[in-house]
């Protein structure tokens, strides 16, 4: 017999059981590595846990930018809430300040006109009085002037006086 060492390059029995455990280990592995190939039904598992689990992912990751896209929009719907309430609140205030001048210039003109008409009307009281106390003939002039300067006596002696021409005109004697 002759020693061959081979393409092995084994130097003795323990090496070369060393050798032949190392194959079976390796010839196990490639017959493990079959027999995975082999089981349809457990690689079709396999992939559809890992499809199962990309799956899984996928929602999670479209529920979180639904989430964020939600978000945004509404960030924006609020932002643009807030410009036309600003806006609004603006113009509102816009029309009170114009109608507050307005308002005020009518008063104005209220308080002018108003104030004209009372000096034109106390002129015309003067001018009526002025007339009433100098321009009355000689008989009734001193009763006008004193009616003028006393007006409470001379109101209750005329009510008297329309008392009598009335009870005397209602009642003639017979």
């Known amino acids: 017999m002759t020693d061959r060492t ?7 029995p323990d090496e070369l059981r060393r050798q032949i455990e190392q194959t079976r280990n390796q010839l196990g592995e490639t017959v493990e590595e079959l027999a995975k190939k082999m089981d349809v039904k457990g690689r079709a598992r396999a992939r559809a846990a890992d499809l199962k689990d990309k799956a899984s992912a996928m929602t999670v990751q479209l529920r979180s930018t639904a989430a964020h896209a939600g978000h945004a929009v509404q960030d924006r719907a609020t932002q643009a809430g807030h410009q036309v309430h600003d806006r609004a609140t603006q113009a509102g205030h816009q029309v009170q ?22 000096d034109r009307a ?25 009616a003028v300067r006393h007006p409470g006596p001379a109101l209750v002696i005329g009510a008297a006086l329309a008392f009598v021409v009335v009870v005397g005109w209602r009642y003639p004697k017979r």
Do not use: C, F, I
């Open 97 to 118: 300040d114009r109608a507050t001048r307005a308002g005020h210039q009518v008063h104005d003109r209220a308080l002018t006109a108003g104030h004209a008409a009372q």
């Open 6 to 12: 081979g393409p092995t390059g084994a130097k003795g």
């Open 122 to 146: 106390s002129r015309t009281g003067h001018t009526l009085q002025h007339k009433a106390e100098h321009d009355v003939p000689w008989p009734a002039g001193p009763v006008v002037r004193a």
